[in-house]
């Protein structure tokens, strides 16, 4: 699916005139699976909107090996928080699919928070549940299990009752600080009580209340 300006959360209920006037600075440009859209270390001059399509965030770690971050999924824009301190590029984006990206430029957007409240009140949102996100993976990563971790990551996930893998049980892990084997070691453990059916690229939830239950057995201390 492929979106626009309007559909990304922080531009939501922006004026037609303001989101031609941003979409005529913009600089547009596609990717083909594979293609690198940023790479870490790099400026952050512009705001990268991802309009359709996947992509990975990796770094690379001291020691050379690269360490899957998250998988994106359009519609979302990447390193706001850099752009706003004038900083670098926190990841290496990756295209996992054919993907299509907008270019703010940096000072187009500083210009709209600073001209529009609205932006402003929904970009400080954004970065705050970016901040609540990370502090529940960390204090998750610290005090609860790999099983507890996996089903609570399926749980938030899985309305439609499926659940894509879009990075892999790698990708999986990568965002609950956890290794690929003991990501497969806790769905072959549900998948054999019946919580679950792991499929080709996705998870089947089969049984919501017990994977909840699953979740919650060791709860994170407030």
């Not at 596609?30 to 770094?59: F, K, M, N, S």
């Not at 001291?62 to 998250?70: D, I």
Request: with cysteine; aromatic share 4%.
């Amino acid at each position: 699916m492929t979106y626009t300006l309007a559909d990304l959360p922080m531009l939501g209920g922006l004026g037609e005139e303001r989101l031609r006037g941003l979409a005529a600075q913009a600089r547009w440009r596609r990717y083909a699976a594979g293609q690198v859209l940023c790479t870490e270390g790099d400026p952050a001059d512009h705001l990268i909107v991802l309009l359709a399509g996947r992509v990975r965030a990796a770094r690379v770690s001291a020691e050379g090996r690269e360490v899957v971050l998250a998988v994106e999924e359009a519609p979302v824009a990447f390193d706001k928080t850099a752009l706003l301190v004038d900083g670098t590029h926190r990841a290496t984006r990756t295209a996992l699919t054919a993907v299509g990206v907008a270019y703010l430029p940096r000072a187009a957007v500083l210009e709209l928070v600073g001209a529009e409240p609205s932006v402003a009140a929904r970009l400080l949102r954004t970065l705050a549940t970016t901040v609540r996100d990370l502090d529940e993976r960390l204090l998750d990563a610290s005090v609860r299990d790999v099983p507890s971790r996996v089903a609570t990551w399926l749980v938030r996930r899985c309305a439609a009752g499926r659940v894509p893998l879009h990075g892999g049980q790698a990708g999986l892990g990568a965002e609950i600080g956890a290794t690929r084997v003991s990501v497969n070691r806790a769905l072959r453990g549900f998948e054999r009580r019946g919580l679950i059916e792991i499929g080709t690229g996705e998870v089947i939830v089969l049984d919501h209340p017990a994977l909840a239950r699953a979740a919650a057995l060791q709860t994170p201390v407030p």
